[in-house]
């Protein structure tokens, strides 16, 4: 009686599952197919780019412009002693790269670089940071006579500097009531 008891909750089971599983595949819906679209390449230029965009004073950096040839202009800054010659770095967006170098004098802070192409001038910053002070270093060995090293004082014969005066305190214990 069990054995069919269980056949006929498999059969009820089966007989309700098959509709559901045909009417959920009539909900699904093709997917569109795939377009291909090119889309309009982007335009490169203008762009300023630095390497680092952190440096010490004295360091030299890497300055990259993405300008058409002909059409770059100034590259300038307060913080730069001198920039080195632009030469084409990349045919393909034309990138143009110089090495510039930092003053020795140049103060942590953020500097503005500025560049031209064509009529358009581009602006990026640069941290100037600070060198890292003599304290994380250890102290230099001197050669000279340093400070006279402290002379231990004579003994006097006894053990203790100072006597003790009266009687001796001491406590009261944890016995006591």
Same mark, same amino acid.
């Given at each position: 009686?069990?054995?069919?008891?269980?056949?006929?909750?498999?059969?009820?089971?089966?007989?309700?599952?098959?509709?559901?599983?045909?009417?959920?595949?009539?909900?699904?819906?093709?997917?569109?197919?795939?377009?291909?679209?090119?889309?309009?390449?982007?335009?490169?230029?203008?762009?300023?780019?630095?390497?680092?965009?952190?440096?010490?004073?004295?360091?030299?950096?890497?300055?990259?412009?993405?300008?058409?040839?002909?059409?770059?202009?100034?590259?300038?800054?307060?913080?730069?002693?001198?920039?080195? +010659?632009?030469?084409?770095?990349?045919?393909?967006?034309?990138?143009?790269?110089?090495?510039?170098?930092?003053?020795? +004098?140049?103060?942590?802070?953020?500097?503005?670089?500025?560049?031209?192409?064509?009529?358009?001038?581009?602006?990026?910053?640069?941290?100037?940071?600070? +060198?890292?002070?003599?304290?994380?270093?250890?102290?230099?060995?001197?050669?000279?006579?340093?400070?006279?090293?402290?002379?231990? +004082?004579?003994?006097?014969?006894?053990?203790?500097?100072?006597?003790?005066?009266?009687?001796?305190?001491?406590?009261?214990?944890?016995?006591?009531?």
């Amino acid at each position: 009686m069990i054995r069919y008891r269980s056949a006929l909750m498999v059969a009820c089971g089966v007989a309700l599952a098959v509709p559901a599983v045909a009417y959920a595949q009539d909900d699904v819906q093709p997917s569109p197919a795939p377009t291909t679209t090119a889309s309009p390449k982007a335009d490169p230029y203008p762009f300023l780019g630095l390497s680092p965009r952190q440096a010490m004073a004295g360091e030299d950096i890497l300055v990259s412009v993405g300008c058409p040839v002909g059409e770059l202009g100034e590259v300038k800054s307060m913080v730069l002693d001198r920039i080195g +010659k632009f030469e084409v770095t990349n045919p393909d967006p034309v990138i143009h790269g110089a090495v510039a170098h930092i003053s020795d +004098k140049a103060r942590p802070g953020f500097y503005a670089i500025t560049a031209t192409c064509k009529t358009t001038t581009m602006t990026a910053n640069l941290q100037i940071v600070a +060198k890292p002070t003599s304290s994380n270093k250890p102290p230099k060995p001197t050669l000279g006579p340093g400070p006279a090293p402290e002379k231990p +004082k004579p003994a006097s014969g006894r053990q203790v500097s100072k006597i003790p005066v009266g009687a001796p305190q001491t406590g009261g214990g944890g016995t006591t009531h």
